[in-house]
């Protein structure tokens, strides 16, 4: 089957230049990326097109060569037994990661430096604690399982006494570099897997990895005002690090657990209050708790109606940066008696008898409102032909 042209492959035109043609190459070189389309043999080949195709065009004589003369150019010593393609059927993530370095400015694998020790991975930990926990703050141990760096070798995996030695294949480069034609093609190692050592005598306690898995104890402070959702990072306290690497962080979700008195917002508080009708007719005193252990004294105003909040100024939640504390609002619920006793009922009756206008409002403005409506219905029906 006849080449596609390289031009074509990159859909750009013969007079493209320099930046246009690395252009149209990034975009479909992460399109087509293995990491973007894990186990798609289809993209894995338009990866490898694409890459040839650069290769290729990025080339000023490789590029003039091929105008003049087509695929014709390249044909002879190019391919070996392979077919004809330049860069035979290795991974493309090590086929074309001089490439990438060179368009996206480091290898495929991120950028990093092969020389450098890897870094560990982050953990997580969730921790739930109490409303009052939230409000004091909390100091307390945890304990975590992760990978922490062998001490019996101090992380190189290597027998004590002994030392990695460096792989007799990439000469301690981590990378093999192969010449094809124009080509020069560097690889992951392959007897190393790019760490550029081999460990001879492996530690007997991590077995050659460096790391050994143990519970940890670690000190935590929770800070004051901590709301649902928050995360703390704890630095260097995540897996250790492959080869003596840096160690990942340690990230503590917290969630806060709901209250049997007290509903939060940010550093408000409220606090639903039941009232007897008694006390909401004629006005009193009663006596709440706070989320700080204390007690106080809320006055209820004669008259009061279910759904009044009361203020008091300072009884919520800390501010986690500080400047005080929010406010504790008491949400009133009137709560209207039940089993009466035939003296109790007698005594709401003659209430009710002496009852005069104006001495509940809301029930005697709806009533006005409803004998509106019944008399505009009537008036209307009225009108009607009959």
């Avoid at 104890?217 to 928050?230: D, F, N, R």
Wanted: glycine letters at 16%; charged letters at 25%.
């Amino acid at each position: 089957m006849s080449k596609r042209d390289y031009y074509e492959i990159l859909g750009v035109n013969k007079d493209v230049d320099t930046k246009a043609l690395k252009s149209a190459y990034r975009k479909l070189a992460l399109k087509y990326h293995p990491d973007q389309n894990p186990g798609d043999a289809e993209a894995e080949a338009q990866f490898k097109e694409v890459g040839e195709a650069y290769a290729m065009l990025s080339d000023e004589e490789k590029r003039a060569a091929y105008d003049r003369y087509g695929h014709s150019a390249f044909e002879n010593g190019m391919g070996g037994g392979g077919g004809g393609h330049p860069f035979g059927g290795g991974d493309p993530s090590d086929i074309f990661e001089n490439i990438f370095s060179q368009v996206f400015g480091g290898g495929m694998g991120g950028g990093r430096s092969r020389d450098a020790p890897g870094r560990g991975n982050d953990l997580r930990y969730d921790m739930t604690i109490s409303m009052e926990e939230a409000f004091a703050g909390k100091e307390t141990e945890i304990s975590v399982p992760s990978s922490v760096t062998c001490q019996t070798c101090s992380g190189s995996g290597a027998e004590p006494g002994t030392q990695p030695e460096n792989c007799g294949q990439c000469g301690g480069a981590g990378r093999v570099r192969a010449q094809q034609g124009f080509f020069t093609m560097e690889r992951t190692c392959g007897r190393c897997g790019g760490r550029g050592q081999i460990i001879v005598h492996p530690c007997h306690k991590c077995h050659g990895a460096g790391k050994v898995r143990e519970n940890r104890k670690l000190s935590v402070k929770i800070p004051a005002g901590v709301e649902s959702g928050m995360r703390i990072r704890l630095s260097g306290e995540g897996e250790a690090g492959p080869r003596g690497g840096p160690s990942g962080d340690l990230y503590i979700f917290v969630d806060v657990r709901g209250h049997d008195l007290f509903e939060r917002d940010s550093q408000n508080l409220y606090c639903h209050t039941p009232v007897m009708m008694t006390t909401a007719a004629l006005g009193g005193e009663i006596e709440i708790p706070t989320i700080d252990g204390t007690r106080a004294r809320v006055t209820i105003p004669p008259g009061a109606q279910t759904g009044r909040k009361l203020r008091l100024r300072g009884k919520g939640m800390p501010s986690l940066r500080g400047g005080g504390r929010g406010d504790l609002y008491i949400e009133v619920f009137v709560e209207t008696p039940r089993k009466l006793t035939t003296r109790q009922k007698e005594l709401l009756r003659e209430f009710c008898a002496e009852s005069q206008a104006g001495c509940n409002p809301e029930s005697e403005s709806f009533l006005g409102r409803v004998k509106r409506f019944w008399d505009d219905l009537t008036e209307s029906d009225e009108a009607r032909p009959h």
